[in-house]
């Protein structure tokens, strides 16, 4: 008997022991370093979550606008927080954008190249020759190569599709599929 509530008080303590609540901050990614990730909170609070030392398998790298989970645990001096395990929700659109998008809807094919280290590239017969893009927002914008910028407004962005639409005359939509 005595045994069997012996076994019952362990089983109850490791129950409460699993129930206890992990420190978690969740937040969109604004700042990114070799050692630290800084989140905005749904409050507006800033939280710098230091990653030195942190299994890469547990905590992988993040991108300025990935809507994150961590869970962290705090360091002897009482004010670092240093992550344990870290979860994208939501990923960064600069995470979706790079590739190659193609454009078959009209008479000619046109398409883009929008490479991961920032470079681009427009394909088709009268496209301006480019030099690199970049996100503002929820606006694509692409360099050409005389300097001016080309702005568009995503309309939708997914794993396959890019829609943008123009912000100046002369420049046309585009409803782009992601090619191999």
């Known amino acids: 008997m005595k045994r069997a509530l012996v076994l019952l008080a362990l089983a109850l303590l490791a129950l409460a022991a ?55 645990e705090l ?7 240093r992550a344990v395990q870290l979860d994208i929700d939501v990923p960064s659109p600069y995470r979706l954008v790079p590739g190659i998008w193609r454009d078959c809807t009209g008479a000619e094919e046109v398409g883009l190249v929008l490479a991961e280290d920032g470079s681009a590239k427009y394909v088709g017969a009268d496209g301006p020759e480019l030099r690199d893009w970049s996100l503002d927002g929820d606006n694509l914008a692409l360099t050409a190569s005389d300097g001016r910028v080309l702005m568009y407004r995503i309309e939708s962005l997914g794993a396959d599709s890019l829609v943008i639409r123009p912000q100046e005359e002369g420049l046309r939509a585009l409803s782009l599929s992601r090619s191999e």
């Open 75 to 81: 360091l002897p001096d009482g004010e670092t927080l």
């Open 18 to 72: 699993c129930k206890r609540e992990v420190p978690a901050v969740e937040g969109r990614v604004i700042d990114t370093t070799i050692a630290s990730v800084t989140l905005l909170t749904p409050a507006g609070d800033t939280c710098v979550v230091s990653t030195r030392g942190t299994n890469p398998m547990m905590v992988p790298g993040v991108l300025p606008g990935d809507e994150v989970r961590v869970i962290y």
